[in-house]
T-cell receptor, first 114, second 114 residues
Framework: DTGVSQNPRHKITKRGQNVTFRCDPISEHNRLYWYRQTLGQGPEFLTYFQNEAQLEKSRLLSDRFSAERPKGSFSTLEIQRTEQGDSAMYLC????????????FGNGTRLTVT | AQTVTQSQPEMSVQEAETVTLSCTYDTSESDYYLFWYKQPPSRQMILVIRQEAYKQQNATENRFSVNFQKAAKSFSLKISDSQLGDAAMYFCAYRSAGAQKLVFGQGTRLTINP
């Protein structure tokens, strides 16, 4: 169990640029989640995958955000035309199929939009 | 929509003493799960303890225990024999049974004084 891996750890970009983050979940976990955490707040749910299917998306996820998990393994989160309000920590988590399974979080990708 | 409230932005405790972190939630559902997560500085979020709503017995994990009051919609975390390594942000979280989204509170920053 190598844990949930997220890359990059930090990303600084200029407003209007596109950015993409990657998440590698724990290998036997078929569920994958993206959350966003702003300073001093708890994480907010963005989206959820079961295998390759994106089953739920938050209304927080505007049209500029897209997430994929093409082969049911790693996932990418892309933000197009970044805005300063997108600056946050983006957390990925994975879990096994049981409803009672806890989420295992990665270290996150900190995005700063200048 | 469910909400989770942590009314204590910061708490501090002397090493080896006991501290209780508060959490209340709002839901109209009867079947759900509750969690406490710990987020140390610059480190990943990890599960501390979890509780199934249909279980009356309070969950315990070593020095960590909860006081689950379903009627009052309260889920407090008690940390006994506090250790320096317990210093972190603590988040209370709610999940509906059958749903995947975790709803987090705002967090409580716990400081351990040596």
């Amino acid at each position: 169990d190598t844990g949930v891996s997220q890359n990059p750890r930090h990303k600084i970009t200029k407003r209007g640029q596109n950015v993409t983050f990657r998440c590698d979940p724990i290998s036997e976990h078929n569920r994958l989640y993206w959350y966003r955490q702003t300073l001093g707040q708890g994480p907010e749910f963005l989206t959820y995958f079961q295998n390759e299917a994106q089953l739920e998306k938050s209304r927080l996820l505007s049209d500029r955000f897209s997430a994929e998990r093409p082969k049911g393994s790693f996932s990418t989160l892309e933000i197009q035309r970044t805005e300063q309000g997108d600056s946050a920590m983006y957390l990925c988590a994975s879990s096994s199929p049981s409803d009672y399974s806890p989420l295992h979080f990665g270290n996150g990708t900190r995005l700063t939009v200048t | 929509a469910q909400t989770v409230t942590q009314s204590q932005p910061e708490m501090s405790v002397q090493e080896a003493e006991t501290v209780t972190l508060s959490c209340t939630y709002d839901t109209s559902e009867s079947d759900y799960y509750l969690f406490w997560y710990k987020q140390p500085p610059s480190r990943q979020m990890i599960l501390v303890i979890r509780q199934e709503a249909y279980k009356q017995q309070n969950a315990t994990e070593n020095r960590f225990s909860v006081n689950f009051q379903k009627a009052a919609k309260s889920f407090s975390l008690k940390i006994s024999d506090s250790q320096l390594g317990d210093a972190a942000m603590y988040f209370c979280a709610y999940r509906s049974a059958g749903a995947q989204k975790l709803v987090f509170g705002q967090g409580t920053r716990l400081t351990i004084n040596p």
